[in-house]
């Protein structure tokens, strides 16, 4: 089972619509977590860190749930420019802060 | 402030040579990552340095690959030789080593094996 997992999509949505996006990992002991944007033939840039209690910014929404070993972004209001790639990683603080990544989830917006 | 900068940004080579390619992470920041990203796949983990030590090199193939970061600052991934499958981009990264802090990357070097 790979360490970090996530629908590759591609999630074709209208503008306006809001999508969610799951990732699973492996490990319990797993402590940080992240989501990352990464546009075509560009580097991935970190769209959020996800805090324990959930956290918020603009239209965007991450959830962790530790019990089920997931984590969770939610996007409203799609937007033509949120067409993406959205990576989910994985903080190994116990490997010396190891960062994993998952596959990617291709989204892409439609007008 | 500065990003992590890469060089080169392409690189086309036949199988069987060699090559090399360099990283300068953001000032300050001791840890330092390579990861290989294959078209449609996520960024894998090659190796991860803190300051000039390996923390972790369990996915590079050492058979070919290497990597080093003698100072503790820059760092260079060498493949000798390449294969085809080794086609890929290839992504420094570099944070401080504190445990929810931002992974900055660079823009790659994106190598082609023919």
């Known amino acids: 089972r790979k360490e970090v997992e996530q629908d590759p999509g591609p999630f074709n949505v209208p503008e306006g619509a809001t999508v969610a996006f799951n990732c699973t990992y492996s490990?319990?002991?797993?402590?940080?977590f992240f989501w990352y944007r990464q546009d075509c033939r560009k580097e991935p840039k970190l769209l959020m860190s996800?805090?324990?209690s959930g956290n918020e910014d603009g239209r965007f929404t991450a959830q962790l749930n530790r019990a089920s070993q997931y984590i969770s972004l939610l996007i409203r209001d799609s937007k033509l420019s949120d067409s993406a790639t959205y990576l989910c990683a994985v903080n190994r603080v116990e490997y010396g802060n190891k960062l994993v990544f998952g596959a990617g989830t291709i989204l892409r917006v439609k007008s | 402030e500065a990003g992590v900068a890469q060089s080169p940004r392409y690189k086309i080579i036949e199988k069987r040579q060699s090559v090399a390619f360099w990283c300068n992470p953001i000032s300050g920041h001791a840890t330092l990552y390579w990861y290989q990203q294959i078209l449609g796949q996520g960024p894998k983990l090659l190796i991860q340095f803190q300051n000039n030590g390996v923390v972790d090199d369990s996915q590079l193939p050492k058979d070919r690959f290497s990597a080093e970061r003698l100072k503790g600052v820059d760092s260079t991934l060498k493949i000798q030789p390449a294969k085809l499958e080794d086609s890929a981009v290839y992504l420094c990264a570099s944070r401080l080593p504190r445990v929810n802090t931002e992974a900055f990357f660079g823009q790659g070097t994106r190598l082609t094996v023919v």
């Open positions: 996800v805090y324990s």
């Open positions: 490990n319990s002991a797993s402590q940080s």
